[in-house]
């Protein structure tokens, strides 16, 4: 009675994980810090750290342990932020700025409600508006990537861009 147990050490498996992975990842690590680049760059580092790592993983465990790599990298992050700042308050440099606090206060809880909003759209309707405004993608490559019609695109982002505008006001 022999299991087959598939190791992630294999190309064309490891390849699997990551394209049923990846993407689901990123959207999650991107809801969290709202930073695309950060996002994909901390899953692009958690993929490699898996496949340098891949003979000590057990496979049934790789997908959670890929989420929990990520998010703790995400507060690695955040906590070497934290440190550059305090660093920045006890060495302030010379300049001089216009914004004040409340300005960045009104910005900061902007961008929390944008966040949220782009979250709570439906699904096909958060993809393409990701795909066009963060991915920079046109309508043509995302109705080819999605496998839909442009029209359906444009009805999807023009749904997406109502939904914003009600939920946020002021845009």
């Known amino acids: ?27 999650y690590i991107y809801y969290k810090c709202g930073n695309m680049d ?15 790592s891949c003979a000590k993983i057990i496979p049934k465990t790789v997908k959670s342990l ?21 660093h920045h308050k006890l060495h302030p440099k010379n300049i001089e700025t216009n914004i004040t606090p409340e300005f960045l206060l009104e910005e ?6 944008l966040r949220k909003s782009i979250s709570n759209l439906p699904e ?3 993809e393409v ?11 043509r490559e995302i109705a080819e990537l999605l496998e839909i019609s442009i029209k359906t695109v444009e009805k999807r982002m023009s749904s997406a861009l109502k939904m914003l505008r009600i939920n946020i006001e002021g845009i």
Do not use: G
Not at 5 to 23: H, W
Not at 38 to 50: G, N, P, R, T
Not at 67 to 79: G, R, V
């Open 124 to 126: 096909k309707e958060r």
């Open 108 to 113: 900061k809880e902007f961008l929390e409600k």
């Open 1 to 27: 009675m022999s299991l087959e147990i598939k190791s992630i050490c294999n190309p064309e498996i490891f390849e699997e994980l990551y394209k049923s992975n990846s993407k689901v990842l990123r959207n």
């Open 66 to 86: 890929l989420f929990k790599m990520t998010n703790n990298a995400l507060l690695n992050t955040y906590s070497h932020k934290k440190v550059v700042i305090e």
């Open 129 to 139: 508006f990701l795909l066009n405004r963060i991915d920079k993608k046109k309508y």
């Open 38 to 52: 950060l996002a994909e760059d901390l899953v692009q580092d958690s993929f490699m750290k898996i496949w340098k």
